[in-house]
T-cell receptor
Framework: DAGVTQSPTHLIKTRGQQVTLRCSPKSGHDTVSWYQQALGQGPQFIFQYYEEEERQRGNFPDRFSGHQFPNYSSELNVNALLLGDSALYLC???????????FGPGTRLLVL | GQQVMQIPQYQHVQEGEDFTTYCNSSTTLSNIQWYKQRPGGHPVFLIQLVKSGEVKKQKRLTFQFGEAKKNSSLHITATQTTDVGTYFCAGNSGGSNYKLTFGKGTLLTVNP
């Protein structure tokens, strides 16, 4: 039973560029949440997707957008990258009726 | 907005000593979850507490949820080097709020 998978594992971009991160949820899960974790901090909620729609959004600008596909996988897109976007981006999956979230290994993004 | 505070930020112990981390929310929670993140890793779900005053044990780990459902604690008895990592609490206020709000975590280091 595969857990949550994310790709790529590491990414280096320059300011102003755009990036797309991908997530496949744990088998049987239908809800995907994205978090940003800066060094030495706890994960910060970006948004959650269910039934291919954004269900809730945290305090992140519109440069952060996402998508969920019919197979429940998800993408996180960040436009006009800033140095401050450098962080570990975590995807977490869950069942809609459960608050328990299972995290993937994350994508480490470095913006130069 | 909802804030979750966690203390201490760091804790260094000798192997065999006990360890406790405390979590306080600015608002009443529907549930609280605890995660462990090893250095360089991703958060791994430990447990979820839902009921007021709930106490749950996992081997040497004891989790408590306060009567007012605004605070929680994690206690580790007789720490081992395998306990090293950052322990996060994460709260959910329930209702139409689906996001988890994480504390900043407590980094535990264990001297063998």
């Amino acid at each position: 039973d595969a857990g949550v998978t994310q790709s790529p594992t590491h990414l280096i971009k320059t300011r102003g560029q755009q990036v797309t991160l991908r997530c496949s949820p744990k088998s049987g899960h239908d809800t995907v949440s994205w978090y940003q974790q800066a060094l030495g901090q706890g994960p910060q909620f970006i948004f959650q997707y269910y039934e291919e729609e954004e269900r809730q959004r945290g305090n992140f600008p519109d440069r952060f957008s996402g998508h969920q596909f019919p197979n429940y996988s998800s993408e996180l897109n960040v436009n006009a990258l800033l140095l401050g976007d450098s962080a570990l981006y975590l995807c977490a999956s869950s069942l809609i009726r459960s608050e328990t979230q299972y995290f993937g290994p994350g994508t480490r993004l470095l913006v130069l | 907005g909802q804030q979750v505070m966690q203390i201490p930020q760091y804790q260094h112990v000798q192997e065999g000593e006990d360890f406790t981390t405390y979590c306080n929310s600015s608002t009443t929670l529907s549930n609280i979850q605890w995660y462990k993140q090893r250095p360089g890793g991703h958060p791994v779900f430990l447990i979820q507490l839902v009921k007021s005053g709930e106490v749950k044990k996992q081997k040497r780990l004891t989790f408590q949820f306060g009567e007012a459902k605004k605070n929680s604690s994690l206690h580790i008895t007789a720490t081992q080097t395998t306990d090293v990592g950052t322990y996060f609490c994460a709260g959910n206020s329930g209702g139409s709020n689906y996001k988890l709000t994480f504390g900043k975590g407590t980094l535990l280091t264990v001297n063998p």
